[in-house]
């Protein structure tokens, strides 16, 4: 049966084709929103399905929960294979390279006949582009352009590279004589797992400095426009950056804007209109009398649209409007909160710094607990312990927790593996003489849904399991998760107590939002950890933090927020 990300790819599919195709625009914008609401969705559309309430799926209708219907049942949809006969299904491909949109697609398919990515670059190398309607040499030279920074372009952005890069961009400008601020925007500041080109917004006097030296960063391959207010470059690996510099006293609706989601601001726009003010990237303005309200800072556009607040992370058009509108947003986790670290490694098995080193390291950074959870025996490629190496590393920490007395509570865990057959790497007894068990998902993870999904419910139910690491075991951009019935790990889960983890590493982001808000909502405890393997390991806290709060979380929600008491009473009594 089909998951969410499969039905996702269709409709997005569909989109795409019906775009090339010429339809108007607001079936493709339903395809398109449909198709976001399933990639993000905390359930699997199969459940709202065998329950008989797809259409209460956010931007599904009656026409796409039809599709939806269809393809569960059948794995295929008539009215897609129907499209992909009037337009070729490669051509949905073109839509990635840049300065190539819908309409110019379709009529170099109709003129040249032809289809696939290396036809039309080899149509665009012989010269035949150039004199078809519309186009021109420089059209030609732009496609060409643009299929080779495809090929250097990797697809989506990890968030762990584009907040950094985007933070050191920020830093050059806010520099810039004249700069009153800048920040990032779109769904970079939406603190997205993956975001496309970073989007930045500047408050500044005087725009041409700031697009002086946004063209003149270091690494830049191309700049792709530039004009008074707005300029665009490309870098030498593909990552494309925009600035926009707006006067400081419109720096508020112009971030707001910018931020997005595009849903959640046609809420806004609509709030706003039944105030009698019009919403845009430069001011509120009274639709009677065309006056202008003024906003330097997005928290006066909130206050005068009647609106709590909205952080960046929760703006994705699921329930914050409303909840704003009724004061009854939650009151976010933040770094500041966390107190312990509940799963990271060691030189005992693939960290890179001994337990006292960490652990001083976690000190500095405030933690009033630590778990060493160095992995189990099976994992050989991560230098896994035998029982033997775990007494070893028992006694070690022994003496560490001595030396560092009461700056900080020092936990004897263990990352044990859930192995193909679903049993756990170390028997029960074992087991029960750990502080903390984490277990996780690391090799098969490509079992059919039934078999993997059974191998983590044998994990949730055992006695002695505390947390569940990383619990999909996808890595961003590379791999997939398993194909997991998540519905029945969140059952299990705030059944037996144990804890489902948000790992913060940028590549993980493992629970990501949408499943961890489903999970807070049955009820199911988090626990936000590092994975640290170094010193820089605990550095990665913040990107875990912004999924927790993408998930509606507050510190209530999350174990790693309770006091060291709290903590430990808790692992006594799971046993």
């Known amino acids: ?33 449909a198709s976001e609401s399933l990639d993000t969705l905390g359930r699997e559309a199969s459940e709202y399905w065998k329950e008989g309430k797809l259409a209460d799926i956010p931007g599904v209708g009656k026409a796409i929960a039809e599709k939806i ?21 490669s051509l949905a491909g073109w839509l990635q390279v840049p300065s190539l949109g819908p309409k110019k697609i379709a009529m170099i398919w109709k003129a040249l006949n032809i289809t696939t990515l290396p036809e039309l670059e080899a149509a665009a190398k012989e010269g035949k582009l150039k004199d078809l309607p519309g186009m021109g040499a420089k059209s030609e030279t732009a496609i060409l352009e643009g299929i080779a920074s495809l090929a250097r372009r990797s697809g989506r952005l990890p968030l762990g590279k584009a907040y950094p890069l985007a933070q050191e961009i920020i830093k050059v400008l806010k520099g810039v004589k004249g700069v009153v601020d800048a920040q990032p925007a779109g769904s970079l500041r939406r603190m997205r797992s993956t975001v496309g080109d970073l989007d930045i917004l500047v408050a500044a006097t005087d725009s041409a400095p700031v697009m002086e030296a946004f063209v003149n960063l270091k690494g830049v391959e191309r700049v792709l426009g530039r004009g008074e207010f707005k300029a665009s470059i490309e870098f030498f690996d593909g990552v494309r950056a925009q600035v926009w510099v707006h006067a400081p006293e419109k720096f508020g609706t112009a971030l707001q804007y910018a931020t997005g989601s595009k849903d959640h601001n046609v809420k806004l726009r609509q709030i706003a209109l039944d105030k009698g003010l ?26 005068t649209l009647g609106l709590q607040y909205v952080p960046p992370e929760m703006r994705e058009d699921r329930g914050e409007v409303e909840a704003a509108k009724a004061n009854k947003l939650p009151k976010l986790i933040q770094v500041k909160d966390i107190k312990s670290n509940l799963h990271m490694h060691s030189t005992y098995s693939d960290g890179k710094l001994s ?30 312990l035998s029982i033997e190496r775990h007494k070893q590393q028992a006694a070690e920490i022994k003496k560490i927790q001595k030396q560092l007395g009461d700056e900080i509570l020092i936990l004897h865990g ?33 079992q059919p849904r039934e078999k ?6 044998n994990a949730i139910n055992n006695p002695h399991v505390d947390i569940i690491g990383h619990p999909t075991g996808r890595e961003i951009p590379d791999r997939e998760g398993a194909d997991l019935d998540m519905e029945a790990v969140f059952q299990a889960a705030a059944k037996s107590g144990v804890a489902l983890e948000i790992n913060a590493h940028p590549s993980r982001l493992d629970l990501d939002d949408a499943f961890a808000r489903r999970a807070k909502d049955l009820g199911v405890l988090i626990t936000v950890n590092t994975d640290a393997h170094s010193d820089d390991g605990f550095d990665v806290l913040p990107y875990g933090i912004a999924t927790a709060r993408r ?14 008491k709290k903590l430990t009473d808790w692992l006594k009594k799971r046993g």
């Not at 269809?70 to 499209?83: A, D, I, R, V």
């Not at 960490?358 to 991560?382: C, N, P, Y």
């Not at 993997?452 to 419910?457: A, D, E, I, K, N």
């Open 414 to 446: 263990s990352e044990v593996e859930i192995k193909a057959d679903g049993s756990l790497d170390y028997p029960d007894e074992f087991l029960a003489s750990l502080d903390l068990v984490v277990a996780s998902l690391h090799s098969s993870l490509r």
């Open 355 to 384: 337990m006292l080193d960490m652990a001083r390291e976690a000190i500095k950074r405030g933690l009033q607990v630590i778990a060493f959870t160095d992995h189990s025996v099976s994992l050989g490629v991560a230098n896994g």
């Open 452 to 457: 993997v999904t059974q191998r983590l419910l």
């Open 278 to 303: 019009s919403l845009s990237e430069h001011a509120l303005t009274k639709v009677k009398g065309k006056s202008e309200i003024l906003c330097a800072t997005e928290e006066e556009v909130y206050k």
């Open 69 to 89: 219907d269809e393809l569960l049942n059948t794995g295929k949809l008539e009215f897609l294979e129907k499209l992909k006969k009037e337009v070729p299904e």
């Open 1 to 33: 049966m089909m998951n969410n990300k499969q039905l996702a790819a269709v409709f997005t599919l569909i989109a795409n084709l019906l775009e090339i195709k010429g339809e108007i625009i607001y079936k493709t914008l339903a395809y398109r929103k």
């Open 551 to 564: 998930a509606w979380l507050e510190p209530k929600d999350v174990i790693n927020t309770w006091t060291s």
